[in-house]
């Protein structure tokens, strides 16, 4: 098993681009989500999914959209990217036993 | 609305001394509790986790935790601490809920140095 896998590993975007951070994992689970951790404040919840086709918000939604196509995969998309966004960006999935096994990470810098 | 704190920014040991790594957390009902340990420019690597039962928790590489209920607390602990345990050390705490909603909670990290 590959467990969670994240592309790309690093971005460099200006204000106002768009881009996709993928995420996929292999291990079957029904539940996906999306955090950022900036320095001093540990990771913040962005978005979850606790199934396909089921989407919703977290802690710090706004400027992101996700969708839930497949139970693989997990994309987040910045729709309009703002320097306020550059953080590194975790994808995680959740067996049945609540534990969340995350990615290594997308290092986003918007400048 | 449920929060989580880590008191100590960093944590010094010496190689062989225990080590503690302190939790306390604020959230409504029975939580689900959580400790990850982060290298650097990697992810976030499952410890060990309180789900029910026995109030001490072990985990992976030697590490144990232990639920106070009326202290709230979770603290992390190991009896002899490696030069190899350094990392950034995240406590995390998740509701019980119906909803299937599993949002971790995080406090804001320690970082452990273990001098040889």
């Known amino acids: 098993n590959a467990g969670v896998t994240q592309t790309p590993k690093f971005q460099v975007l200006k204000t106002g681009q768009s881009m996709t951070l993928q995420c996929a994992q292999d291990?079957?689970?029904?539940?996906m989500s999306w955090y950022r951790q900036d320095p001093g404040m540990g990771l913040r919840l962005i978005h979850y999914?606790?199934?396909?086709?089921?989407?919703d918000q977290g802690e710090v939604p706004n400027g992101y959209n996700v969708s839930r196509s497949t139970t693989e995969d997990f994309p987040l998309r910045l729709l309009s990217a703002a320097p306020s966004q550059t953080s590194v960006y975790f994808c995680?999935?959740?067996?049945?036993?609540?534990?969340?096994?995350f990615g290594p990470g997308t290092r986003l810098l918007v400048l | 609305a449920q929060s989580v704190a880590q008191p100590e920014d960093q944590v010094n040991v010496a190689e062989g001394n225990p080590l503690t790594v302190k939790c306390t957390y604020s959230?409504?009902?029975?939580?689900?509790l959580f400790w990850y340990v982060q290298y650097p420019n990697r992810g976030l690597q499952f410890l060990l986790k309180?789900?029910?039962?026995?109030?001490l928790v072990k985990g992976s590489y030697g590490f144990e935790a232990e639920f106070n209920k009326s202290q709230t607390s979770f603290h992390l602990k190991k009896p002899s601490a490696l030069v190899s345990d350094s990392a950034l050390y995240f406590c995390?705490?998740?509701?019980?809920?119906?909803?299937?909603?599993?949002?971790?909670?995080f406090g804001s990290g320690t970082r452990l140095q273990v001098q040889p």
């Open positions: 995680a999935s959740s067996d049945r036993e609540e534990t969340q096994y």
């Open positions: 291990m079957n689970h029904e539940y």
């Open positions: 999914s606790v199934g396909a086709g089921i989407t």
């Open positions: 959230v409504s009902g029975n939580p689900y």
């Open positions: 309180y789900i029910t039962g026995d109030n």
């Open positions: 995390a705490v998740s509701p019980r809920t119906d909803t299937g909603r599993r949002a971790l909670t």
